[in-house]
């Protein structure tokens, strides 16, 4: 594996992409410029139908993406391929309407923003791509990461005539409409981790949460807290604490990953406080995974696009059932379609569809839908990424494969390799991935040459 | 084969669908009531997973299918299958908006109509049916005829988990952007079947349109055609005969059906006409194929609700560039995608997207595409059917099969049996149909099996 291209090799196109793909309406044939960027520097050539990366923009600018993806770059040379990195609408410089703002204003703008728009404007940047380089018989293989690997999966199951097969990494395409019990979900696998790093760590933080309560509602408990957690601003309530505390695990869960291992390095803190008060061993366990600074909890922060695009997503077309069971580390919460649905509409003025992603994606009986239909997808995971709870774990058939490692976090067999410190596990994970799409091409170029006979 | 059931053994409902599945503005999530029927009578019930054939309506009101379409009662009852016919949206009582008139107003209302939204909405009638039913592993075979065909197929491609298989009947899904040359297309084949009927009947009507337009040109010469064929007002244009006999021999070609068969029904008027007038000869084909009339051509008609839909679906995302070859018993015309652009423009003031169908469905190079990728759908034609030119006449691979008689015409598999005068090819061509869906569903009822485990 080599080390990855630098983002100078890539080249920045725009193209004119269709607002509503689906209706015919005067307002649905405006156009927005998409931002793809391509890199010809290891391309074999349309001549020899050399392969195609093409990497699918989820919820960020795709330059994001470019500094922090290393499977394509990494793996180009040998397989010859062009790669390219689409930008998803609504985000980065891919933003229809006039700007941001107006783009985001209310339903009637946002109302273009979900992933079946979004995947016909991959298809129709892949399509023009393959033209204007006469390679329209080069095999693309779409890959994506997160939001983006479900993409990647749905993207070979509804525009197979476009791409030969998907890398979908971390990708929690069973993670809507209870096709799993919501409960057994993200949280479930967080509270896992850190059990399995270290039960007393685990003890420590689900005890914790009662007593922030208990201290919290006594008169000067919130001073306390604020000093006791050195907060940017005295605390107003408790959840902002909490919350606080929660998305710190979760994100040491969800990017577990070597060589320092985050999860590991909390628990380290938490452990290895001194005296036995609880909150002090909190504390201690933020310090270590942040960090000395001048303050923690209330952060002054402004939100970002993929904060208020997600935000819309997970409102409209991607309504994604996250409970906590009572098994957790955490406070246990059920989650409540109904109040979700009341929250979004007051938000936005329009409900969500909850039911519209199994609708239109399938995801029940996935093994039984797709088994003998549908072929060349990879679904990775690693097993301590909390999403991995609704991705696809099984092989569905010799073609829909599930590649997981246990210590594997999110997305992790793609983002850019590190030769030194990345563990054997890691290395083979990915050796794997190639081989297998390096089998779909090989069999891709027979049906090719039998085709054209 | 049974007799079909009578149209009082199916039941009407009405499901409260979703104006744009693809969209989340306001005004996206107005509905509208669609219209299905379901006959109940031979279905084995969820219980032991009982199938369901699941006609998907085409442009045109549902229940003139219920009164044509016999394949699914005469085979309910050896499947133990429910029926379950579905109207398509903007035909029949669908109609969004208050009324057709307001829902055919303008692009803004008729925006909403298309093949993409419909399939989502058949997707959605299903889940429905099925989730009331208790009947979520029942197989669902979806049946479409023509347009509807292309429905079928797409469906199965776009929506495996919700249907098991598809009969597509005279679908020609290849007959988008030029995936075949446009004058190899629809008017080949009708010159094919005049000229294997009989070659002086197909030279007579070659040389038939020079000597309209020659007689057109002359001063009187209107008066003389409008006299000669009995037209029902005098003739303005010599185009009004020329569309009027156009129109005929097509239909002859598409419905050329046994008993009678419409071609030989032509010719032998033509060839059997007294005397060596070109125009004598083409007017007593008329007269046989139409009947004894009080008069021919011009005769005053409404435009039906399938004219005035399949004209705005043709205009928006069904683009099929049908011409006419130098070959051809037709004056040449080549297909000019720039004027019917315009056209489409000038008419509805959006133009068509004459790429979209095949960057959604495919269609080009469609063996390398899906002979690894789908499973379960047969494609059946007549050769005879001049739309079978945009068909799919090879098998792709073991499930996803071609099934064509030579002597068949537009649909005519689907279409009610007639025990009497069906011909062996025809009775045969459903009895290959009927084992294909047998042996998909036996297949699933193994995999339901093992994945119950």
């Not at 269709?18 to 050539?45: A, C, E, M, V």
């Not at 690997?149 to 993670?175: D, E, N, T």
């Not at 794997?432 to 170029?445: L, Q, S, T």
Request: with cysteine; proline share 5%.
């Amino acid at each position: 594996m080599s080390a990855a291209d630098p983002i100078s090799d890539f080249e920045t196109f725009y193209y004119n992409q269709t607002l509503d793909h689906f209706n015919f309406r005067p307002d649905s044939f405006n156009t927005f410029q998409q931002r793809y960027l391509i890199n010809f520097k290891h391309w074999g050539g349309s001549n020899v139908s050399a392969p195609i990366f093409a990497y699918l923009g989820e919820e960020e600018a795709i330059d994001v993406d470019l500094s922090i993806i290393g499977f394509l770059s990494e793996n180009a040379h040998q397989f010859q391929a062009l790669q390219i990195f689409i930008e998803h609408r609504y985000y980065g410089k891919s933003v229809p309407f006039r700007s941001r703002e107006e783009a985001f204003q209310n339903a009637s703008t946002l109302g273009y923003f979900n992933s079946a728009q979004a995947l016909a404007d991959y298809a129709e940047v892949l399509i023009h791509v393959k033209k204007k380089l006469h390679a329209q018989h080069s095999p693309v293989i779409v890959i994506g990461a997160s939001y983006g690997g479900m993409l990647a999966s749905w993207f070979r199951l509804k525009y197979p005539h476009v791409a030969l097969g998907a890398l979908a990494s971390s990708a929690p395409i069973r993670y809507f409409e209870n096709i799993i019990p919501p409960e057994d979900g993200y949280y479930s696998i967080v509270t896992k981790d850190f059990r399995e790093a270290s039960e007393t760590c685990y003890q420590t933080i689900k005890k914790s949460w009662s007593e922030i309560d208990a201290i919290a509602s006594q008169p000067q408990g919130l001073s306390f807290l604020s000093e006791k957690f050195h907060t940017c601003r005295p605390l107003n309530k408790s959840s902002e604490l909490k919350n606080y505390l929660d998305t710190l695990y979760c994100e040491a869960a969800q990017y577990n990953s070597p060589p320092s291992y985050p999860v590991t390095v909390v628990c380290g803190g938490i452990d290895g406080a001194s005296g036995n008060d609880t909150l002090t061993k909190i504390f201690a366990g933020v310090v270590a995974y942040t960090g000395n600074r001048s303050c923690y909890v209330n952060q002054p922060r402004n939100l970002s696009e993929t904060d208020m695009g997600w935000s819309w997503q997970t409102c409209s077309d991607l309504v994604i059932p996250i409970g906590v069971g009572n098994d957790s580390m955490f406070p246990a919460y059920q989650f409540d379609l109904k109040d979700y649905i009341k929250s979004c509409k007051a938000q936005y003025g329009v409900p969500p569809r909850p039911h519209w992603a199994t609708t239109y994606f399938g995801g029940h009986d996935i093994k039984l839908a797709l088994e003998r239909f549908a072929s060349n997808i990879i679904f990775s995971n690693g097993l301590r990424d909390p999403y991995s709870s609704g991705g696809v774990l099984e092989d569905i058939s010799d073609t829909l494969i599930a590649v997981h490692t246990k210590n594997g976090s999110h997305c992790l067999d793609i983002l850019n390799a590190n030769s030194v410190t990345d563990p054997g596990w890691l290395v083979n994970q990915r050796k794997i991935e190639v081989k297998i799409i390096k089998r779909w091409i090989a069999k891709y170029y027979a049906d090719l040459q039998a085709f054209k006979k």
